[in-house]
């Protein structure tokens, strides 16, 4: 199953053999998979070539290692179309999955310059910072910190933002969500942004930045969210023009 003669070097064929081994499932999420020395003893490769394969496939977040213990598979990442503009609650329900979110903080803030700017209005307008985390089936999947300007949504209430906040303007308040421009980058979560996505200190996280508009234009939402890296890929299609 390796072959020595390839171009390809033997640690990425080893990647693509245990991930083949992942999509057919003879490993499945959770599964320990076997250890460095039977894995070097099975490809017939240095315990050094296994060792960089599995490095590779942990800082992918295809593995995961626990102390002590061994190396397992990790759960199937959540794969978002970067297509329709759909919210945190839609996107799980549409899965299956039951979405919840733990508010950490709910605040009028006076605007700073960079968001009166994307919001078309004055520094120092009121605006809310809502910061959320938000899980899938209990299990962590982002943080939010979200900015809605305070004159847009004046009843906006800790309750409601504890729920789904596009349903409140689409169901509550009749208004129509238009568009949005995101924007996408990796980074290494900080301190506290690992502890309360509950991953290890230093994980890579990717970080969305959406400016949202409602359907005549008004700016509504500037969102920072940031994902952990080992659940979400972002898919997109692309054609050529
Ligand atoms: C998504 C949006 C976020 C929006 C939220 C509303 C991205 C990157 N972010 O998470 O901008 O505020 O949905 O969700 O997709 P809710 O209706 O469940 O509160």
């Known amino acids: 199953m390796i072959d020595k003669k390839s171009p390809l070097p033997m640690y990425y064929q080893i990647e693509e053999n245990i991930k083949q081994r992942i999509s057919n499932g003879d ?7 076997p250890s460095e020395r039977e894995l070097s003893d099975t ?13 590779n496939m ?3 977040g295809i593995l995961f290692r626990e102390k002590g213990k061994g190396t397992f598979v990790s759960a199937k ?25 733990k508010l950490v903080s709910f605040n009028k803030i006076g605007a700073s310059a960079e968001l009166a700017r994307k919001f078309e209005r004055e520094e120092g307008e009121l605006v809310f910072q809502i910061k ?4 899938a089936d209990g299990k962590t999947m982002a943080i939010e910190n979200s900015y809605i300007p305070v004159e847009l949504l004046p009843d906006l209430t800790e309750q409601v933002v504890s729920g789904s906040i596009y349903d409140y303007v689409e169901k509550t308040l009749k208004q ?13 979560a900080e301190d506290s942004q690992s502890a309360m996505l509950q991953i290890p200190p230093d994980s890579a996280i990717l ?5 949202t508009f409602l359907a005549d234009g008004t700016p509504f939402e500037v969102v920072n969210s940031s994902y952990r890296a080992d659940r979400y890929k972002f898919i997109s299609d692309i054609y050529r023009v």
């Open 27 to 33: 490993y499945q999420p959770s599964d320990m998979i």
């Open 43 to 55: 490809y017939k490769v240095s315990r050094m070539t296994v060792r960089q394969a599995i490095n």
């Open 58 to 60: 942990v800082n992918k």
């Open 77 to 101: 990442k959540i794969e978002q179309p970067l297509k329709g503009l759909t919210s945190f609650t839609e996107d799980m329900q549409a899965r299956g999955m039951k979405p919840s979110s």
């Open 132 to 135: 959320r985390i938000r899980y």
């Open 176 to 188: 129509s969500i238009g568009k949005a421009s995101q924007f996408i980058e990796a980074s290494i």
């Open 207 to 211: 970080n969305i930045e959406r400016n």
